[in-house]
């Protein structure tokens, strides 16, 4: 058993952050706020996670680590509210005409291209090689320059959904699927799933079948222009079907595994498939 006491100051955090967070939007810099408040929330989950380790998943833990991830995205979706403006150096806009049957449950159109991510992206992008390894008969590796002359490489349209709330409209991707990749590789036949790893540390875990489905790339190119690394360039993930954190950016590999892995939001209590219509931002939803 943890320590009652332990318990007790994770709590205290957690209120501390919400105190925090309440004040914000009558602050003059809410963002700035929401930061301080963001950076209780982390202390807090940093210690239900030493907790976790220390006494295994006790259900009274994974429903706070849920509570936390809850407030956490919510601070998150408060700042990007403010800066979902068109971006500069856009080809193009995306639509922004409302149609409730392309926006699901809770999402906002933008009409810019927001960039989220954890951590920094990579300096050193060139040369880019991607390997498929795992539940494989043959792993193999392709370099940015094999995919980009591969002739399964195409351009598909798709929507974004952020699971921070926005959702950005008729994408137009290039890249390779991914079912083209697992094809060559002959993956074996307990390969139920993938995780995909990025840029740093990054993953994001999806099952064969979602990443075999229609418009799921390895993109090197957004409408049109090269990604820009801000974007995931050289190369990232998209899975359209899915909250836009499955959607992995700086790919390095494709790992083909025998069950369902948590990635890096999903270890921190994200859902484990994702999908917008259905709202599964967090585990339990
Ligand atoms: N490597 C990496 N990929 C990532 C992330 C990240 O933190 N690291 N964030 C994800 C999230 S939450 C979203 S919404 C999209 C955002 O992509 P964008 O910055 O191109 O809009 O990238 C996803 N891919
Ligand atoms: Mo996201």
Redesign the pocket.
Known sequence: MADPTDFDDVRALFVRADEIAKAAPSARDPAAVRDRARDVLVRARDLVDDLRDRDGDRDDLVEFALLVSRRMLDLDGADLAATTVPTEGMRRAPTTVDDPGRRPPNQHLTPG???????SPPRDVDPWTLTVAGRVTTRMRWSLADLRADPAATTATSD?H???GWS?LDNDWTGIPVAALLDRVESRPEATHVLVN???A?S?NLSVEAVRASGVLLAWAHDGVDLSV???GPL??VVPQR?????????TEVRLVDRDVPG??EERGYHMHADPWREQRLRGD
């Not at 291209?113 to 951590?119: D, K």
């Not at 909250?243 to 790919?251: A, D, E, I, N, P």
């Open positions: 291209f927001p960039v989220l991510h954890v951590g974004f952020c699971v921070t950005r990025g840029h740093p990054y994001a801000a974007h995931g990232r993930l909250y836009g954190w499955k959607s992995v950016k700086w790919v890096y939001w």
